[in-house]
């Protein structure tokens, strides 16, 4: 419901600005001059801090070489487990339950082969068919490793609308042929949040593991992993976390599930003080570290330390307050200034189920997004109909979404976005 101290003027969202909080974080960002970025929850800005934590870690290899591992302002060798710290707060989990390691996709691999132990008439893992493909063709491949058809061993939960899931049909899918279940803590397109304590408790009910994919959630919203007994999760550090293009992803294992081999054991996973003995036989660290595989990527890594700089002195909790002003304001924008355009929000309203974008659908959404671009505005486009529009907490104004909203009324008004075909570019 809109508030009644609502006002669709300019005046008004820079009046919110001016009572903004965390409005000084954004001088810590490079922002493209006559430009709005709406578009943090594919790829976030570039922070100040985040560059010199970079340049940190140049120097340390220049100044250092070989010995930058344990020399220098950052030295590499216990990098990522000392980024947990930071992290730690973000997911609601200890230090040594979080380890900085690989992608989404391969830590993902790494979970699945360490936990997933079909047993019996145990062999499904249950997901969901809205959730972003790339998980799906992990689950698939891990299945096929073990000559298992995908067809019959994922099962993939149905939404009634296309846009949402219900808790009540994932729980209802939770049978006794379920092994384990992995699902989005945020849905890619719509926004929705899962309720993750709810499905972690049905899951164990059921004497089932359950992981979730915190990619469009870390940075954006709070959690609490370990209070909730989840058994894992795993995401990336580029979207809200402002880690870089391809930064090192993040997995989290519950304290309870230490000492279980790592399904794919790589060096990096050793014990830090036997790593070196370079012994033939593995000695796995007795943290969430056992799940590293390679040698880290120091310079995708580098940028964190200052990123989460930034979080630490924000806070989550202020973060998220603001991110679900900033999209409350934003609907109320879009109900009155753009009625009749054949808009729809296909976000839920509810604050408990929303994340950190706006999900805006179109018929024309590719296009509308093509002309936003040659408007200075970036926003992201997701098949077949809907433009996410996310107004960052760390970075963006009220003023922006107000801008953003009118740009929208004179794109559709003199109908700017019939030039363009109404397919996706690229990269969407």
């Known amino acids: 419901m809109r508030s009644e101290k609502f006002n669709p003027t300019l005046d008004f969202a820079r009046k919110l600005d001016s009572r903004d909080p965390l ?19 594919s790829l976030g ?11 940190n870690s140049l120097e340390d290899w220049k100044n ?11 030295p590499w060798f216990y990098l990522a487990e000392q980024l947990t710290e930071r992290i730690a707060p973000l997911v609601g989990a200890a230090a040594d ?12 691999h790494q979970l699945i082969a360490t936990f997933y132990k079909p047993t019996g008439a145990r062999t499904k893992i249950l997901a969901d068919e809205l959730n972003f493909p790339s998980d799906l063709y992990a689950m698939k491949s891990q299945l096929q490793s073990r000559g298992l058809d995908p067809k019959e061993h994922l099962i993939l939960v149905k939404s009634r609308d296309g846009r949402i899931l219900e808790e009540d049909d994932i729980i209802e899918a939770m049978t006794e042929e379920v092994a384990m ?26 004497n089932i593991l359950i992981g979730f994919d915190a990619c469009h959630s870390i940075g954006a919203i709070p959690h609490s992993f370990s209070e909730w007994d989840v058994d894992f999760a795993y995401w990336c550090n580029y979207k809200y ?14 304290h309870r599930h230490f000492g279980t081999s790592p399904g794919l054991a790589g060096w990096f996973g050793s014990n830090k003080e036997k790593q070196f003995d370079l012994e033939i036989e593995f000695t796995p660290a007795s943290t969430a570290g056992a799940y590293q595989i390679g040698t880290p990527h120091v310079l995708s890594m580098a940028p964190l330390v200052g990123s989460l700089e930034i979080f630490a002195e924000a806070g989550i909790d202020r973060i998220r307050e603001k991110s679900l002003q900033l999209n409350q304001y934003m609907m109320d924008l879009i109900e009155v200034e753009l009625a009749d355009m054949g808009f729809v929000i296909g976000n839920p309203r509810e604050d408990l189920r929303r994340g950190g974008h706006v999900s805006l659908e179109h018929k024309e959404a590719a296009r509308i997004c093509k002309s936003l671009k040659e408007n200075g505005i970036i926003p992201d486009f997701r098949s ?35 030039k363009f075909v109404n397919e996706r570019e690229v990269v969407a």
Do not use: C
Request: no cysteine; net charge positive; glycine share 8%.
């Open 97 to 108: 339950e979080i380890i900085v390691s690989g992608s989404t996709t391969t830590n993902l």
């Open 181 to 206: 279940v992995i699902l989005p803590t945020v849905l890619y397109r719509s926004g929705q949040i899962l309720d993750m304590k709810r499905l972690t408790a049905e899951a164990h009910k059921r």
């Open 64 to 74: 250092h070489g070989i010995d930058g591992w344990t020399k220098g302002k950052q």
């Open 45 to 55: 800005l570039l922070s100040k801090r985040a560059e010199r934590a970079l340049l």
């Open 241 to 254: 976390l402002n880690g870089g293009p391809g930064a090192v992803g993040g997995l989290y294992v519950n």
């Open 23 to 41: 409005a000084p974080f954004r001088q810590e960002f490079y922002i493209k001059p006559n430009s709005i970025y709406m578009d943090g929850n």
């Open 384 to 418: 077949p109909n809907i433009i996410r529009l996310a107004p960052v907490a760390l970075y963006n104004t009220y003023e922006d979404v107000w801008q953003v909203v009118q740009t929208l009324k004179t794109i559709m008004t003199e109908k700017q976005y019939e």
